[in-house]
């Protein structure tokens, strides 16, 4: 069984920084791509940014030059670092990772942190 549980959101003013975590546990024989997504009230689930187990990041027009994602291979952690954020950016964000548990590659979700972009 595998499981991914992101951390870090919460409330933060226009132009502040907040830095997400998302953990993978369980029966894990390796990661492949990871990313981020985001939903906000009333929209579809959208694109953040995503990293291969290589390193390479694909970001989302929206948040280039203020996010950077990351992922430590050793801890299976990934990680946003978002910085001058603004209120568009509040919305659920959920972890995703493609993983093989031994067998096959299967998407995995995570259930989702609230970032909340306020004054």
């Known amino acids: 069984q595998v499981q991914l549980v992101e951390s870090g959101g919460g409330l933060v003013q226009p132009g502040g920084s907040l830095r997400l975590s998302c953990a993978a546990s369980?029966?894990?024989?390796?990661?492949?791509?990871m990313g981020w997504y985001r939903q906000a009230p009333g929209k579809q689930r959208d694109l953040v940014a995503t990293?291969?187990?290589?390193?390479?990041?694909n970001n989302a027009d929206s948040v280039k030059g203020r996010f950077t994602i990351s992922r430590d291979n050793a801890k299976n952690i990934l990680y946003l670092q978002m910085n001058s954020l603004k209120p568009e950016d509040t919305a659920v964000y959920y972890c995703?990772?493609?993983?093989?548990?031994?067998?096959?590659?299967?998407?995995?979700w995570g259930k989702g942190t609230q970032v909340t972009v306020s004054s």
């Open positions: 995703k990772a493609i993983i093989n548990n031994g067998g096959a590659y299967f998407n995995y």
């Open positions: 990293i291969t187990s290589a390193g390479r990041t």
């Open positions: 369980g029966s894990i024989f390796r990661i492949n791509t």
